[in-house]
Structures are given as C-alpha cells and as structure tokens.
C-alpha cells in the first residue's frame, strides 16, 4: 500500500531556534534534527525520503546554466527513495523545478525526508563551522558560498591523512621535477565498493601529477573495479571489505620497458577517513577561537599544523 508523505517547510527557522545552533558547532557533511527536516538549494519545500544525498553528480552539475533555473513547473516524484527517484530529484532541483512536497512510497518510509542539496548552504545560513569531505559538485559554487557566508570550514576532496601526504609528496616531486619520466607508459588501477559509480578522485589527482612529470596518459584509460569476484580475485580485496575499500595501483614502465616503478595505496574500511575528519575538526576549532583571517581550509593545512592524534 502506497503512502502520503508530508513535510514542512521552515527547516532553516527550525535549525535557527534549536540549542545545538546556538552553540559554537561543527558540521559533518550532514545535519539531523528531531523533525528530519532538510533545506533545498532554494527556499522551497522538502521532498520526503529515506537518505542523505549531499553531494552532485557532474552529470546533474553539467545540466545547471545560467539561464536554466527559470521554469515553473510542478513535479512530483513517486518511490523517491529508489535509485532512479533520488536522480530524478537531484536533476529537478538542479534546473529549478518546484517539486511537490509529498511522495508515495512504501509504509516503512513514511515520515523520512530525502535532502537534495548541498549541505554547505545550510551550513553556511546558519553559521556553523563545517568539516566536508566531496569529490563532486561545483566547486567555485561551493567556496564562494562559504566565503560569502564568513563561515570557517575545512573542505576537502580526501579525508585520509597519509593518503594527503602522499599526493602532497606526488605535487611536490611533479612541481621540482617535471618532464623526468617523460616517455614512460603509465597504467591505472583502482577498486572501490560497487556503490561508487565514479572514477577515484584520488586516483586523477595522482594521474596529474604523472602527467606534469612527462607522462602521456588520459584519464578515460583508468582501469575502474567494481566487480566483488575480480576484487577479490584480481585486486586481493578482502571479502569482508567489499562493501567499503580504496585500492589505487599505479604502473610505470621505460620505453625500452627495462625499468618499471609501482606505486600503490590500499584503505579497507573507513577509519583513515573518520581520524583525518575528528583532526580536521580540532584543527578548525581552534581556527575559529583564535579568529583565524583565513576561513577556508583543506588537509594539506592540517597537515602542516601538526600535532595530530
């Protein structure tokens, strides 16, 4: 049996008057209250579901142009909460759509929102400090929120400390040494959970760095894994890490194929990435009592202040 679901409309009012607002905090890429209320990128209604969804697709991005966000149509969006519906959603919004604030849905859904913007505005509207880990979106958008806002926040692509480090080594050695693998052949691998449908952005920043340093290599040439039976087979995945791993294997060989060099990162679980947030956190914390001038940060700047746990 299908259900009516319903949603307020004063999110932002209510975030405003709640205790953990008026307090000096910290967002997480996700904000919660008891009444599971959420905002969209425009001041709208809420559309009802189950997840959190606060990143953009570059498809979703690629369909926002200046001139786009003046329809007035009124959509509605049955089964939200699907695959197809959380697209369809995120498409919508992104054009300026006005979605109706109700959905049909299965009895266990009922009550549940689904958030379809990026939670940085929110974060930015009610002047909360944020720590966000994305790939994706637009970025330019994204800072220019946050720097308009005054809001002091740490936005970066990767989470993980020694895996910052790492691509903070690779920028470092392409910028002091450039063109010194010139001619070498270059091949790319990388395993993530079958959820991530998109290529590794670690894995491009890394490719980057290869490409500075003379290496031909396009990065539509990325050898993606999704498959658990060859992740385990051919990746040596963990079977108890298939639903959540970061393998990146990167393989260089000279011209004559004579000298060849391999670099590899391997993450199982996610814990690299809740330490790097937790000393994001503290790092920004004392940003914001100090009253720091700089408002933006990313993991590099964590790194260099040291005195992590």
Not at 72 to 94: E, F, H, L, R, Y
Not at 212 to 228: A, E
Not at 268 to 288: H, M, N, P, Q
């Amino acid at each position: 049996m299908a259900l009516l679901f319903k949603a307020p409309c004063t999110a932002i009012s209510y975030l405003q008057k709640t205790q953990i607002f008026k307090k000096q905090c910290f967002g997480f890429d996700n904000v919660n209250n008891s009444n599971n209320n959420v905002v969209f990128s425009r001041p709208r209604c809420l559309v009802p579901a189950v997840l959190s969804m606060s990143s953009t697709t570059k498809p979703i991005q690629e369909l926002e142009t200046p001139g786009s966000k003046s329809f007035n149509i009124p959509i509605m969006v049955n089964g939200c909460s699907g695959k197809m519906g959380k697209a369809v959603i995120k498409a919508a919004d992104t054009i300026g759509l006005q979605l109706v604030p109700v959905s049909f849905g299965s009895e266990e859904e009922s009550g549940k929102t689904l958030e379809v913007c990026d939670n940085a505005e929110l974060y930015c509207k009610v002047g909360v400090p944020f720590v966000m880990g994305t790939t994706g979106g637009d970025r330019d958008k994204l800072y220019k929120t946050v720097e308009n806002s005054r809001v002091y926040a740490v936005i970066s692509p990767q989470m993980g400390k020694q895996v910052v480090a790492f691509l903070a080594a690779m920028e470092i050695m392409a910028e002091q040494f450039p063109g010194a693998f010139s001619g070498y052949s270059l091949q790319v691998l990388e395993s993530h959970q079958t959820s991530k449908v998109d290529t590794s952005g670690t894995a491009k920043a890394v490719i980057s760095c290869f490409q500075k340093l003379g290496v031909s290599f396009d990065m539509d040439q990325i050898q993606m894994i999704r498959d658990p039976k060859q992740q385990i087979e051919m990746v040596g995945v963990p079977e108890e890490h298939l639903a959540g791993h970061a393998f990146h294997m990167y393989h260089l060989t000279s011209p004559e194929k004579t000298v060849s060099f391999e670099f590899q990162h391997n993450v199982c679980g996610r814990s690299i990435y809740a330490e790097g947030t937790i000393d994001a956190v503290i790092f920004l914390s004392k940003k914001v009592q100090s009253q720091a001038d700089k408002l933006i940060y990313n993991m590099i700047d964590v790194l260099r202040e040291g005195n992590m746990r």
